[in-house]
Antibody, heavy 114, light 112 residues
């Protein structure tokens, strides 16, 4: 059974940093593109970033470029999202997903507020 | 960026009745290989999204066959042949042909 379990969410002040993790199991993680998708409270879905199976390619939407970094550790079957320079508008549930979102985790809530 | 639009944004339906959601993209979703990466997602209240359809019309594993989808180019449709109570939620189309991937605004399906 495919499982994606996010962790690391929480409350952070504007300008602060947070690192999300996603523990993957039940599929061949090292062969899979991985993604982060977010959803602001009561709003729709927004793609955030993708990473190639070997980590050699990383792709970001414009509104997180230079602030967020996607990475992975294939030995640990884990995906990460390092978020720096957080803004109030980054408040959202962040989902880890496989490829074109064939499977999703339960999400991690990130709240940015003073 | 490719803009995805959906209609209607709200769809009240009766149990057992059909439902149809339209999705349009601001540019063609056919890539250079001839593939069209248009996916549909369902998000039930309080749950994570779930992919129903990939590449326009392919049902994902475990998706009931009352869900079907079609389309080409810039116009796509998701149909539910007979709505059941568990189908209540928000449905999103998403294109993965052009970076950045983009979602439609969502269509809220609820019961009359």
């Amino acid at each position: 059974e495919v499982q994606l379990v996010e962790s690391g969410g929480g409350l952070v002040q504007p300008g602060g940093s947070l690192r999300l993790s996603c523990a993957a199991s039940g599929f061949t993680f090292s062969s899979s593109w991985m993604s982060w998708v977010r959803q602001a409270p009561g709003k729709g879905l927004e793609w955030v970033a993708n990473i190639k199976p070997d980590g050699s390619g990383k792709y970001y939407v414009d509104f997180v470029k230079g602030r967020f970094t996607i990475s992975r550790d294939n030995a640990k079957n884990s995906l990460y999202l390092q978020m720096n320079g957080l803004r109030a508008e980054d408040t959202a549930v962040y989902y880890c997903a496989i490829g074109q979102a064939s499977y999703w985790g339960q999400g991690a809530l990130v709240s940015v507020s003073s | 960026d490719v803009v995805m639009t959906q209609s209607p944004l709200s769809l009240p339906v009766s149990l057992g009745q059909p439902a149809s959601i339209s999705c349009r993209s601001s540019q063609s979703l056919v890539n250079s290989d001839g593939n069209t990466f248009l996916n549909w997602f369902q998000q039930r209240p309080g749950q994570s999204p779930r992919r129903l359809i990939n590449k326009v019309s392919n049902r994902d594993s475990g998706v009931p066959d009352r869900f079907s989808a079609s389309g080409s180019g810039t116009d796509f449709t998701l149909k539910i042949s007979r709505v059941e109570a568990e189908d209540v939620g928000v449905y999103y189309c998403m294109q993965a042909t052009h970076w950045p991937f983009t979602f439609g605004p969502g269509t809220k399906v609820d019961l009359k």
